[in-house]
T-cell receptor
Framework: QKEVEQNSGPLSVPEGAIASLNCTYS??????FFWYRQYSGKSPELIMS????GDKEDGRFTAQLNKASQYVSLLIRDSQPSDSATYLC???????????FGAGTILRVKS | EAGVVQSPRYKIIEKKQPVAFWCNPI?????LYWYRQNLGQGPELLIR????????DSQLPKDRFSAERLKGVDSTLKIQPAELGDSAVYLC???????????FGPGTRLTVT
């Protein structure tokens, strides 16, 4: 079982719709959770971090964490073509010893 | 505030040749990471530094890879000799401490022919 799993996609949504990206992790004691956006040929860019159960909103982005289900998600409201990228989920262990990345979900927003 | 700086951005070498990558972290960030990213995969940690000390190098292929972070600021990752399978993007990241958000540099795309 992979430590961090994501659907590879591509996930296609029309412009203006809500994009929902999901991630599951295996380490039950994980404490920190991150979403990175990576455009083709570029490096990962941190867009959201979440540390406690519930929702965290930042502009059009909402991160959701459910530690009991070992599940973290990212919602992108009013999706724009510029949101088209690969979204990487990353999970940090109990002592922050290692950030483990999923393989990423490709998002395509069609105008 | 300047971000993480890496050089070179691209490198093409023949197999068995040596290659080195340089990274300068965000000012004040004590923790520095080197990752390798293969196409279609997420970054994988090679080594983590806390100041000058390499505290996690379990994923570093030590027979051919080496790294250093003199004076606890910039860092160099070296491969000698390079193999075809080393072709990847090498990413440097930094954070205030190991539990904080990590910020990536632009990466070095290595092609071994």
């Amino acid at each position: 079982q992979k430590e961090v799993e994501q659907n590879s996609g591509p996930l296609s949504v029309p412009e203006g719709a809500i994009a929902s990206l999901n991630c599951t992790y295996s380490d039950r004691v994980s404490q920190s959770f991150f979403w990175y956006r990576q455009y083709s040929g570029k490096s990962p860019e941190l867009i959201m971090s979440i540390y406690s159960n519930g929702d965290k909103e930042d502009g059009r982005f909402t991160a959701q964490l459910n530690k009991a289900s070992q599940y973290v998600s990212l919602l992108i409201r009013d999706s724009q073509p510029s949101d088209s990228a690969t979204y990487l989920c990353a999970v940090n262990g109990e002592y922050g010893n290692k950030l483990v990345f999923g393989a990423g979900t490709i998002l395509r927003v069609k105008s | 505030e300047a971000g993480v700086v890496q050089s070179p951005r691209y490198k093409i070498i023949e197999k068995k040749q040596p290659v080195a990558f340089w990274c300068n972290p965000i000012s004040g960030h004590n923790t520095l990471y080197w990752y390798r990213q293969n196409l279609g995969q997420g970054p994988e940690l090679l080594i983590r530094y806390e100041n000058e000390e390499a505290v996690d190098d379990s994923q570093l292929p030590k027979d051919r890879f080496s790294a250093e972070r003199l004076k606890g600021v910039d860092s160099t990752l070296k491969i000698q000799p390079a193999e075809l399978g080393d072709s990847a993007v090498y990413l440097c990241a930094s954070s205030l401490a190991r539990t904080y958000e990590q910020y990536f540099g632009p990466g070095t795309r290595l092609t071994v022919t």
